[in-house]
């Protein structure tokens, strides 16, 4: 096998462990609706916006790395891991 075929092959398991954690992540980001208040809004499969009527603040969250960018500050970063990502929301909205 050449290293053409063996990028593809990388690629192509990388797109496919992406669309596997997509869902569940999405799930988490929209339970921020349901169990906390926040205004969430999807603008596409891999972004999101999230707002809470008690802050001025914006976050936008990619769920794919779980990378974040705060809007009004523009401060962008990574969460790392799926169980703190509820919390770090929470914590830049201060609640």
């Known amino acids: 096998m050449d290293n053409s075929n063996l990028w593809k092959e990388y690629r192509r398991a990388q797109q496919q462990r992406r669309e596997k954690r997509l869902p569940k992540r999405q799930d988490i980001i929209e ?13 596409t499969d ?7 009527e008690r802050s001025p603040k914006i976050v936008d969250i990619y769920p794919i790395h779980l990378r974040y960018h705060i809007i009004n500050t523009n401060e962008r970063g990574q969460v790392f891991g799926e169980k703190k990502l509820i919390n770090f929301v929470k914590s830049v909205f201060g609640n």
């Open 31 to 43: 339970s921020l609706t349901r169990i906390h208040g926040f205004r969430i809004t999807k603008l």
């Open 46 to 52: 891999y972004q999101f916006r999230i707002k809470h």
